[in-house]
Protein backbone atom coordinates (compact mmCIF):
# COMPACT_ATOMS: atom_id res chain seq x y z
CA UNK A 1 0.00 0.00 0.00
CA UNK A 2 1.05 3.58 -0.65
CA UNK A 3 0.52 6.52 1.34
CA UNK A 4 -2.36 7.42 -0.51
CA UNK A 5 -4.23 3.91 -0.22
CA UNK A 6 -3.16 4.41 3.53
CA UNK A 7 -4.72 7.68 4.22
CA UNK A 8 -7.97 6.32 1.94
CA UNK A 9 -8.25 2.94 4.38
CA UNK A 10 -7.52 5.56 7.45
CA UNK A 11 -10.84 7.66 6.11
CA UNK A 12 -12.98 4.31 4.93
CA UNK A 13 -12.81 3.04 8.82
CA UNK A 14 -13.06 5.81 10.95
CA UNK A 15 -8.92 6.04 11.76
CA UNK A 16 -8.01 9.45 10.56
CA UNK A 17 -9.50 12.12 7.92
CA UNK A 18 -8.66 15.46 6.96
CA UNK A 19 -10.25 18.32 9.88
CA UNK A 20 -13.58 19.88 8.59
CA UNK A 21 -13.83 18.36 5.20
CA UNK A 22 -17.09 19.76 4.71
CA UNK A 23 -15.50 22.94 4.25
CA UNK A 24 -12.70 22.30 2.08
CA UNK A 25 -9.01 20.81 4.05
CA UNK A 26 -6.78 22.60 5.96
CA UNK A 27 -3.49 20.96 4.98
CA UNK A 28 -1.50 19.84 7.92
CA UNK A 29 -4.73 19.43 10.43
CA UNK A 30 -6.48 16.12 10.60
CA UNK A 31 -8.70 14.71 13.13
CA UNK A 32 -9.02 10.88 14.51
CA UNK A 33 -12.49 9.07 14.15
CA UNK A 34 -13.81 6.45 16.74
CA UNK A 35 -11.55 3.83 15.47
CA UNK A 36 -8.46 6.07 15.80
CA UNK A 37 -9.07 7.61 18.78
CA UNK A 38 -8.97 4.41 20.34
CA UNK A 39 -5.54 3.41 18.48
CA UNK A 40 -3.56 6.51 19.31
CA UNK A 41 -4.60 6.59 23.08
CA UNK A 42 -4.01 2.92 23.26
CA UNK A 43 -0.17 3.70 21.79
CA UNK A 44 -0.07 6.95 24.27
CA UNK A 45 -0.89 4.67 27.24
CA UNK A 46 1.22 2.13 26.27
CA UNK A 47 4.22 4.85 26.14
CA UNK A 48 2.91 6.45 29.76
CA UNK A 49 2.91 2.97 31.16
CA UNK A 50 6.04 1.52 30.00
CA UNK A 51 8.45 4.79 30.88
CA UNK A 52 6.57 6.83 33.29
CA UNK A 53 4.31 4.17 35.56
CA UNK A 54 6.48 1.37 35.14
CA UNK A 55 9.69 2.98 36.16
CA UNK A 56 10.82 4.43 39.68
CA UNK A 57 13.29 7.22 37.81
CA UNK A 58 10.60 9.40 35.89
CA UNK A 59 7.77 11.66 36.36
CA UNK A 60 5.01 12.82 34.33
CA UNK A 61 3.94 16.44 33.25
CA UNK A 62 1.12 17.77 31.27
CA UNK A 63 2.34 21.50 30.38
CA UNK A 64 -0.06 24.28 28.82
CA UNK A 65 0.77 24.89 24.95
CA UNK A 66 0.89 29.03 25.82
CA UNK A 67 4.07 29.64 27.73
CA UNK A 68 5.45 33.13 28.42
CA UNK A 69 7.09 33.85 24.75
CA UNK A 70 10.27 34.21 26.77
CA UNK A 71 10.38 30.29 27.15
CA UNK A 72 10.89 30.09 23.42
CA UNK A 73 13.41 33.35 23.32
CA UNK A 74 15.31 31.52 25.95
CA UNK A 75 15.24 28.42 23.84
CA UNK A 76 16.49 29.71 20.50
CA UNK A 77 12.73 29.02 19.03
CA UNK A 78 12.33 32.83 18.21
CA UNK A 79 15.72 32.92 16.33
CA UNK A 80 16.46 29.83 15.16
CA UNK A 81 13.68 27.26 14.25
CA UNK A 82 13.59 27.88 10.81
CA UNK A 83 12.99 26.14 7.82
CA UNK A 84 14.65 27.17 3.92
CA UNK A 85 12.12 28.34 2.33
CA UNK A 86 11.91 29.69 -1.68
CA UNK A 87 9.47 30.93 -3.49
CA UNK A 88 7.95 30.77 -7.31
CA UNK A 89 9.03 34.43 -8.56
CA UNK A 90 5.85 33.33 -11.08
CA UNK A 91 3.40 31.66 -9.17
CA UNK A 92 4.08 33.05 -5.82
CA UNK A 93 3.81 29.44 -4.19
CA UNK A 94 5.93 28.86 -1.59
CA UNK A 95 8.08 25.37 -0.91
CA UNK A 96 10.59 24.13 1.47
CA UNK A 97 13.46 24.78 -0.72
CA UNK A 98 15.57 21.13 0.72
CA UNK A 99 12.92 19.06 0.05
CA UNK A 100 12.55 20.42 -3.59
CA UNK A 101 16.63 20.02 -3.79
CA UNK A 102 16.64 16.38 -2.66
CA UNK A 103 13.76 15.36 -5.01
CA UNK A 104 15.26 16.88 -8.04
CA UNK A 105 18.69 15.94 -7.61
CA UNK A 106 18.50 12.83 -5.09
CA UNK A 107 21.48 14.57 -3.31
CA UNK A 108 21.48 14.66 0.58
CA UNK A 109 20.66 18.83 1.81
CA UNK A 110 21.11 17.80 5.71
CA UNK A 111 23.11 20.73 7.12
CA UNK A 112 23.15 23.45 3.80
CA UNK A 113 22.47 26.74 4.45
CA UNK A 114 20.36 29.11 2.59
CA UNK A 115 23.21 30.00 0.53
CA UNK A 116 24.51 26.69 -0.79
CA UNK A 117 20.77 25.54 -1.32
CA UNK A 118 20.18 29.12 -3.66
CA UNK A 119 23.21 27.93 -5.79
CA UNK A 120 21.84 24.27 -5.73
CA UNK A 121 18.81 25.70 -7.59
CA UNK A 122 20.16 27.86 -10.12
CA UNK A 123 22.80 24.72 -10.71
CA UNK A 124 21.05 22.17 -10.61
CA UNK A 125 18.62 24.38 -12.97
CA UNK A 126 15.07 23.48 -10.16
CA UNK A 127 12.04 24.87 -11.20
CA UNK A 128 8.81 25.21 -9.39
CA UNK A 129 7.09 22.27 -9.61
CA UNK A 130 3.55 23.62 -9.89
CA UNK A 131 4.33 26.61 -13.13
CA UNK A 132 7.66 25.42 -14.44
CA UNK A 133 8.27 29.08 -12.90
CA UNK A 134 11.55 30.69 -11.73
CA UNK A 135 12.73 30.05 -7.41
CA UNK A 136 13.39 32.78 -5.50
CA UNK A 137 16.46 33.22 -3.27
CA UNK A 138 16.07 30.93 -0.07
CA UNK A 139 15.22 32.46 3.16
CA UNK A 140 14.81 31.36 6.70
CA UNK A 141 10.99 30.89 7.47
CA UNK A 142 9.95 31.05 11.17
CA UNK A 143 7.86 27.83 12.00
CA UNK A 144 6.33 29.05 14.98
CA UNK A 145 2.81 29.91 15.19
CA UNK A 146 1.66 33.20 16.88
CA UNK A 147 -1.23 33.93 18.61
CA UNK A 148 -2.33 36.97 20.69
CA UNK A 149 -3.33 36.31 24.48
CA UNK A 150 -6.11 38.52 26.14
CA UNK A 151 -7.64 40.94 24.04
CA UNK A 152 -4.63 43.44 24.21
CA UNK A 153 -3.12 43.37 20.39
CA UNK A 154 0.41 42.91 20.61
CA UNK A 155 0.89 40.68 23.04
CA UNK A 156 1.63 38.12 21.53
CA UNK A 157 2.50 34.28 22.59
CA UNK A 158 3.34 31.16 20.61
CA UNK A 159 1.92 27.80 20.34
CA UNK A 160 4.60 25.21 21.40
CA UNK A 161 6.62 23.52 18.78
CA UNK A 162 7.85 21.01 20.62
CA UNK A 163 6.58 19.73 24.13
CA UNK A 164 10.32 19.78 25.84
CA UNK A 165 10.47 23.23 26.46
CA UNK A 166 7.48 22.94 28.91
CA UNK A 167 9.27 20.30 30.49
CA UNK A 168 12.60 22.82 31.14
CA UNK A 169 10.13 25.88 31.95
CA UNK A 170 8.57 23.54 34.71
CA UNK A 171 11.61 22.26 35.86
CA UNK A 172 12.02 24.29 39.15
CA UNK A 173 8.32 23.95 40.12
CA UNK A 174 8.74 20.17 39.60
CA UNK A 175 12.01 20.14 41.53
CA UNK A 176 10.28 22.13 44.41
CA UNK A 177 7.76 19.46 44.65
CA UNK A 178 9.03 16.39 43.73
CA UNK A 179 11.66 14.64 45.71
CA UNK A 180 13.83 13.40 43.11
CA UNK A 181 17.57 12.86 42.75
CA UNK A 182 19.73 12.51 39.29
CA UNK A 183 19.43 10.34 37.15
CA UNK A 184 15.65 10.98 36.49
CA UNK A 185 13.43 11.93 33.88
CA UNK A 186 10.51 14.07 33.19
CA UNK A 187 8.20 12.82 30.49
CA UNK A 188 5.08 14.48 28.72
CA UNK A 189 2.64 13.46 26.19
CA UNK A 190 1.46 16.49 24.59
CA UNK A 191 0.19 18.82 21.17
CA UNK A 192 2.89 20.47 19.01
CA UNK A 193 2.49 22.84 16.48
CA UNK A 194 4.44 23.71 13.24
CA UNK A 195 3.66 25.64 10.51
CA UNK A 196 5.33 23.67 7.75
CA UNK A 197 6.02 25.19 5.11
CA UNK A 198 4.47 22.12 2.83
CA UNK A 199 2.84 19.62 5.15
CA UNK A 200 2.75 16.13 3.20
CA UNK A 201 2.84 12.17 3.46
CA UNK A 202 -0.53 12.39 5.21
CA UNK A 203 0.54 12.53 8.68
CA UNK A 204 3.92 12.37 8.55
CA UNK A 205 4.71 16.06 8.36
CA UNK A 206 1.44 18.08 10.10
CA UNK A 207 1.20 21.62 11.32
CA UNK A 208 -0.90 20.15 14.77
CA UNK A 209 0.83 16.65 16.39
CA UNK A 210 1.63 15.19 19.63
CA UNK A 211 5.00 14.55 20.32
CA UNK A 212 6.07 12.17 23.66
CA UNK A 213 9.43 13.22 24.88
CA UNK A 214 11.26 12.40 28.16
CA UNK A 215 14.17 14.88 29.29
CA UNK A 216 16.70 12.82 31.33
CA UNK A 217 19.17 14.55 33.44
CA UNK A 218 22.42 13.59 35.03
CA UNK A 219 24.54 15.31 36.67
CA UNK A 220 27.56 16.17 34.29
CA UNK A 221 30.19 13.82 35.40
CA UNK A 222 27.91 11.01 35.53
CA UNK A 223 26.13 10.91 32.35
CA UNK A 224 28.26 7.59 31.24
CA UNK A 225 27.16 5.95 34.85
CA UNK A 226 24.20 3.92 33.62
CA UNK A 227 23.43 0.85 35.68
CA UNK A 228 22.01 -0.76 33.35
CA UNK A 229 23.93 -0.42 29.94
CA UNK A 230 25.39 -3.91 30.24
CA UNK A 231 21.71 -5.18 29.98
CA UNK A 232 21.30 -3.65 26.47
CA UNK A 233 25.13 -3.75 25.54
CA UNK A 234 24.74 -6.72 23.08
CA UNK A 235 21.86 -5.80 21.34
CA UNK A 236 22.30 -5.75 17.49
CA UNK A 237 20.85 -3.34 15.37
CA UNK A 238 21.46 -1.58 11.89
CA UNK A 239 23.34 1.79 12.34
CA UNK A 240 23.86 4.14 9.49
CA UNK A 241 26.98 6.46 10.71
CA UNK A 242 27.43 10.65 10.20
CA UNK A 243 30.86 9.43 8.99
CA UNK A 244 29.32 6.99 6.23
CA UNK A 245 26.68 9.78 5.26
CA UNK A 246 29.52 12.49 5.17
CA UNK A 247 31.18 10.28 2.42
CA UNK A 248 28.17 9.93 0.58
CA UNK A 249 27.04 6.53 1.37
CA UNK A 250 23.90 5.53 2.91
CA UNK A 251 24.02 1.78 3.66
CA UNK A 252 23.74 0.85 7.42
CA UNK A 253 25.64 -1.78 9.05
CA UNK A 254 24.58 -4.50 11.73
CA UNK A 255 26.19 -3.93 15.22
CA UNK A 256 25.79 -4.18 19.07
CA UNK A 257 25.10 -0.81 20.62
CA UNK A 258 28.59 -1.43 22.49
CA UNK A 259 30.02 -1.54 19.12
CA UNK A 260 28.33 1.96 17.85
CA UNK A 261 29.22 3.54 21.53
CA UNK A 262 33.09 2.83 20.90
CA UNK A 263 32.37 3.89 17.73
CA UNK A 264 31.22 7.55 18.73
CA UNK A 265 27.71 7.01 17.59
CA UNK A 266 26.30 7.79 21.11
CA UNK A 267 26.76 11.09 22.78
CA UNK A 268 27.78 9.00 26.29
CA UNK A 269 26.23 5.62 27.57
CA UNK A 270 22.46 7.04 28.63
CA UNK A 271 22.05 7.98 25.22
CA UNK A 272 23.03 4.50 24.17
CA UNK A 273 20.76 2.79 26.56
CA UNK A 274 17.64 5.02 26.16
CA UNK A 275 18.20 4.09 21.88
CA UNK A 276 18.47 0.49 22.60
CA UNK A 277 15.26 0.84 25.04
CA UNK A 278 13.15 2.35 22.16
CA UNK A 279 14.38 0.18 19.68
CA UNK A 280 13.26 -2.82 21.54
CA UNK A 281 9.89 -1.48 22.53
CA UNK A 282 9.52 -0.82 18.72
CA UNK A 283 10.59 -4.34 18.64
CA UNK A 284 8.26 -5.46 21.75
CA UNK A 285 5.11 -3.69 19.36
CA UNK A 286 5.86 -6.11 16.77
CA UNK A 287 7.74 -3.90 14.52
CA UNK A 288 9.75 -5.52 11.72
CA UNK A 289 13.44 -5.48 12.89
CA UNK A 290 14.53 -5.02 9.15
CA UNK A 291 12.62 -1.66 8.40
CA UNK A 292 13.80 -0.28 11.62
CA UNK A 293 17.52 1.70 11.57
CA UNK A 294 19.61 4.00 13.37
CA UNK A 295 20.94 7.25 11.50
CA UNK A 296 23.17 9.64 13.49
CA UNK A 297 22.96 12.85 12.70
CA UNK A 298 26.06 14.15 10.64
CA UNK A 299 27.79 17.00 12.29
CA UNK A 300 26.78 19.74 9.66
CA UNK A 301 23.14 18.72 10.31
CA UNK A 302 23.01 18.66 14.34
CA UNK A 303 20.73 21.11 15.93
CA UNK A 304 22.22 24.15 18.04
CA UNK A 305 21.69 22.66 21.08
CA UNK A 306 22.56 18.93 20.75
CA UNK A 307 26.17 17.06 21.71
CA UNK A 308 24.73 14.15 19.63
CA UNK A 309 21.40 12.84 18.33
CA UNK A 310 20.43 9.54 16.44
CA UNK A 311 17.11 9.20 14.69
CA UNK A 312 15.10 5.98 14.79
CA UNK A 313 14.20 5.71 11.45
CA UNK A 314 11.08 3.47 9.39
CA UNK A 315 11.49 2.37 5.88
CA UNK A 316 8.01 4.10 4.63
CA UNK A 317 6.61 3.64 1.10
CA UNK A 318 8.72 7.30 0.61
CA UNK A 319 11.65 5.79 2.10
CA UNK A 320 13.80 5.45 5.90
CA UNK A 321 12.46 8.34 7.68
CA UNK A 322 12.23 9.91 11.04
CA UNK A 323 9.99 8.34 13.71
CA UNK A 324 12.17 8.97 16.76
CA UNK A 325 14.77 11.99 17.71
CA UNK A 326 16.99 10.52 20.30
CA UNK A 327 19.14 13.97 21.19
CA UNK A 328 22.02 14.99 23.84
CA UNK A 329 21.13 17.79 25.32
CA UNK A 330 23.46 19.03 27.10
CA UNK A 331 23.04 21.86 29.94
CA UNK A 332 22.17 24.32 27.17
CA UNK A 333 18.38 24.87 27.81
CA UNK A 334 18.61 24.89 31.84
CA UNK A 335 21.57 27.03 31.04
CA UNK A 336 19.48 29.46 28.71
CA UNK A 337 16.30 29.36 31.05
CA UNK A 338 18.54 30.19 34.16
CA UNK A 339 20.22 33.00 32.55
CA UNK A 340 17.40 34.77 31.03
CA UNK A 341 14.81 33.70 33.98
CA UNK A 342 16.85 35.03 36.82
CA UNK A 343 15.95 31.96 38.67
CA UNK A 344 18.29 29.38 39.98
CA UNK A 345 17.99 26.20 38.62
CA UNK A 346 20.91 24.37 39.86
CA UNK A 347 20.22 21.26 41.62
CA UNK A 348 22.02 20.97 45.32
CA UNK A 349 23.91 17.50 45.89
CA UNK A 350 23.14 16.79 49.84
CA UNK A 351 26.16 14.45 49.78
CA UNK A 352 28.69 16.41 48.01
CA UNK A 353 27.23 20.24 48.81
CA UNK A 354 28.04 21.19 45.29
CA UNK A 355 25.77 23.02 43.57
CA UNK A 356 25.27 22.26 39.08
CA UNK A 357 22.92 22.58 36.37
CA UNK A 358 22.37 18.94 35.09
CA UNK A 359 23.07 17.75 31.98
CA UNK A 360 19.94 16.54 29.64
CA UNK A 361 22.05 12.96 28.77
CA UNK A 362 19.38 11.73 26.45
CA UNK A 363 16.12 13.44 25.00
CA UNK A 364 13.85 10.47 23.58
CA UNK A 365 10.95 12.45 21.48
CA UNK A 366 8.74 10.29 19.58
CA UNK A 367 5.98 11.90 17.24
CA UNK A 368 2.27 10.19 18.15
CA UNK A 369 1.17 10.71 14.17
CA UNK A 370 4.19 9.11 13.13
CA UNK A 371 4.46 6.28 15.19
CA UNK A 372 0.48 5.39 14.46
CA UNK A 373 1.57 5.73 10.69
CA UNK A 374 4.61 3.06 11.51
CA UNK A 375 2.00 0.70 13.09
CA UNK A 376 -0.32 0.91 10.25
CA UNK A 377 2.27 0.18 7.71
CA UNK A 378 3.80 -2.52 9.58
CA UNK A 379 0.78 -3.68 10.61
CA UNK A 380 -1.65 -3.91 6.93
CA UNK A 381 -1.42 -7.07 5.16
CA UNK A 382 -3.13 -7.46 2.26
CA UNK A 383 -4.13 -10.97 2.04
CA UNK A 384 -6.08 -12.62 -1.01
CA UNK A 385 -9.33 -12.89 0.47
CA UNK A 386 -9.16 -10.08 2.88
CA UNK A 387 -7.42 -6.93 4.24
CA UNK A 388 -5.80 -7.09 8.32
CA UNK A 389 -4.02 -5.02 10.46
CA UNK A 390 -2.17 -7.20 12.19
CA UNK A 391 -1.45 -5.10 15.21
CA UNK A 392 -0.31 -6.30 18.94
CA UNK A 393 -3.32 -6.94 20.85
CA UNK A 394 -2.57 -4.64 23.41
CA UNK A 395 -2.53 -1.23 21.03
CA UNK A 396 -5.97 -2.87 19.12
CA UNK A 397 -8.72 -0.28 19.25
CA UNK A 398 -11.14 -3.09 20.17
CA UNK A 399 -9.93 -6.15 21.29
CA UNK A 400 -13.34 -8.03 21.06
CA UNK A 401 -16.00 -7.80 19.08
CA UNK A 402 -18.79 -9.95 19.56
CA UNK A 403 -21.72 -10.96 16.58
CA UNK A 404 -24.74 -13.22 16.87
CA UNK A 405 -24.89 -15.62 14.04
CA UNK A 406 -28.59 -14.47 13.34
CA UNK A 407 -30.02 -11.13 14.87
CA UNK A 408 -33.78 -12.37 15.24
CA UNK A 409 -33.20 -14.98 18.37
CA UNK A 410 -29.70 -14.21 19.68
CA UNK A 411 -29.64 -10.32 19.84
CA UNK A 412 -30.42 -10.89 23.71
CA UNK A 413 -27.70 -13.62 24.73
CA UNK A 414 -25.17 -11.91 22.40
CA UNK A 415 -25.64 -8.12 24.25
CA UNK A 416 -25.14 -10.17 27.27
CA UNK A 417 -22.42 -11.49 26.19
CA UNK A 418 -21.39 -7.88 25.00
CA UNK A 419 -21.74 -6.49 28.01
CA UNK A 420 -19.58 -8.97 30.03
CA UNK A 421 -16.87 -8.20 27.37
CA UNK A 422 -17.39 -4.41 27.62
CA UNK A 423 -16.50 -4.27 31.42
CA UNK A 424 -13.08 -5.55 31.05
CA UNK A 425 -12.08 -5.04 27.49
CA UNK A 426 -12.65 -2.36 24.82
CA UNK A 427 -15.41 -4.31 22.90
CA UNK A 428 -17.70 -3.87 19.33
CA UNK A 429 -20.87 -5.36 18.90
CA UNK A 430 -22.16 -5.74 15.62
CA UNK A 431 -25.11 -7.56 13.83
CA UNK A 432 -24.62 -6.10 10.54
CA UNK A 433 -24.56 -8.46 7.56
CA UNK A 434 -22.97 -11.93 6.95
CA UNK A 435 -20.92 -12.92 9.98
CA UNK A 436 -17.93 -13.35 6.96
CA UNK A 437 -18.69 -9.56 6.63
CA UNK A 438 -18.61 -8.96 10.15
CA UNK A 439 -15.05 -11.11 10.19
CA UNK A 440 -13.67 -8.67 7.35
CA UNK A 441 -14.68 -5.44 9.28
CA UNK A 442 -13.05 -6.32 12.48
CA UNK A 443 -10.12 -7.60 10.25
CA UNK A 444 -9.58 -4.22 9.02
CA UNK A 445 -9.30 -2.24 12.52
CA UNK A 446 -7.06 -4.92 13.61
CA UNK A 447 -9.62 -6.53 16.71
CA UNK A 448 -7.33 -9.56 17.48
CA UNK A 449 -10.64 -11.34 18.91
CA UNK A 450 -14.33 -11.99 17.64
CA UNK A 451 -17.00 -14.07 19.80
CA UNK A 452 -20.50 -15.06 17.81
CA UNK A 453 -23.21 -16.46 19.99
CA UNK A 454 -25.13 -19.13 17.87
CA UNK A 455 -27.77 -21.00 19.05
CA UNK A 456 -25.42 -23.79 20.86
CA UNK A 457 -24.70 -20.92 23.05
CA UNK A 458 -28.26 -20.59 24.30
CA UNK A 459 -28.17 -24.12 25.43
CA UNK A 460 -24.47 -25.06 26.94
CA UNK A 461 -23.22 -21.21 27.79
CA UNK A 462 -20.41 -21.15 24.97
CA UNK A 463 -19.35 -19.41 22.04
CA UNK A 464 -17.32 -19.47 18.78
CA UNK A 465 -13.62 -17.16 19.24
CA UNK A 466 -12.17 -16.65 16.31
CA UNK A 467 -8.75 -14.94 16.18
CA UNK A 468 -7.51 -12.51 14.19
CA UNK A 469 -4.44 -13.95 12.06
CA UNK A 470 -4.65 -17.79 12.24
CA UNK A 471 -8.26 -17.15 11.68
CA UNK A 472 -8.57 -20.01 13.61
CA UNK A 473 -12.13 -21.05 15.71
CA UNK A 474 -12.51 -22.68 19.13
CA UNK A 475 -15.43 -23.19 21.44
CA UNK A 476 -15.05 -21.80 24.70
CA UNK A 477 -16.89 -21.35 28.06
CA UNK A 478 -18.14 -17.78 28.52
CA UNK A 479 -17.37 -18.38 32.31
CA UNK A 480 -13.63 -19.07 30.83
CA UNK A 481 -13.61 -16.22 28.00
CA UNK A 482 -11.93 -13.29 30.30
CA UNK A 483 -8.44 -14.89 31.63
CA UNK A 484 -8.39 -16.91 28.43
CA UNK A 485 -8.45 -13.17 26.69
CA UNK A 486 -6.20 -11.34 28.86
CA UNK A 487 -4.09 -13.93 28.58
CA UNK A 488 -4.09 -13.72 24.86
CA UNK A 489 -3.80 -10.42 24.70
CA UNK A 490 -0.40 -10.40 27.54
CA UNK A 491 1.34 -12.94 25.10
CA UNK A 492 0.24 -11.11 21.51
CA UNK A 493 -1.38 -14.37 21.22
CA UNK A 494 -3.53 -13.67 17.66
P1 LIG B 1 11.72 16.40 10.58
O1 LIG B 1 13.20 16.47 10.30
O2 LIG B 1 11.05 15.20 9.98
O3 LIG B 1 11.01 17.70 10.34
P2 LIG B 1 12.41 17.01 13.24
O4 LIG B 1 13.82 16.50 13.31
O5 LIG B 1 12.19 18.46 13.05
O6 LIG B 1 11.60 16.17 12.14
P3 LIG B 1 12.05 16.80 16.01
O7 LIG B 1 12.13 18.25 16.24
O8 LIG B 1 13.23 15.95 16.37
O9 LIG B 1 11.63 16.53 14.50
O10 LIG B 1 10.73 16.27 16.71
C1 LIG B 1 10.68 15.03 17.38
C2 LIG B 1 9.61 14.12 16.79
O11 LIG B 1 8.37 14.83 16.65
C3 LIG B 1 9.95 13.64 15.38
O12 LIG B 1 10.79 12.51 15.43
C4 LIG B 1 8.58 13.29 14.86
O13 LIG B 1 8.17 12.00 15.31
C5 LIG B 1 7.68 14.33 15.51
N1 LIG B 1 7.42 15.42 14.55
C6 LIG B 1 8.19 16.50 14.32
N2 LIG B 1 7.63 17.30 13.40
C7 LIG B 1 6.46 16.72 13.04
C8 LIG B 1 5.41 17.07 12.13
N3 LIG B 1 5.44 18.18 11.44
N4 LIG B 1 4.35 16.23 12.03
C9 LIG B 1 4.29 15.08 12.73
N5 LIG B 1 5.25 14.70 13.61
C10 LIG B 1 6.32 15.51 13.77
Redesign the pocket.
Known amino acids: MNIEEVASYCKRRGIIFPTSEIYGQVPGFYDYGPVGVELSRNLKNYWWKTFVQDRDDIIGIDGSIITNPLVWKASGHVDSFVDPLTECKKCKKRFRADHIVEEKTGKQTDGLKNEQLSELIINEKIKCPDCKGDLGAVKSFNQMFCTNVGPVEGNIAYLRP?TAQSIFADYKSVMDSARVKPPFGIAQIGK?F?N?IS?RNF?????E?E?MEIEFFTKADKKNDCLDYDKISNLRLKILSGEKQEKGLSDAEEMSIKTAFEKKIFSNKWHAYWTATFYQWFLDLGIDANKLRIRQHMKSELSFYSAGTV?IEYEFPMGF?????I?DRTTYDLTQHQNLSKQNLEYFDEETKTKEILYVATEP???V???LLLVLFNGLKEEPERLVLKIHPKIAPYKIAVFPLIKKDLEPKAREVYNLMKEEFSSFYDEAGSIGKRYRRQDEIGTPYCLTVDYDTLKDESVTLRMRDSMKQERIKISELIPKIKEAIKKGLV
Do not use: C
Open positions: EAREPIFRKRFQDKEVQGASLGERL
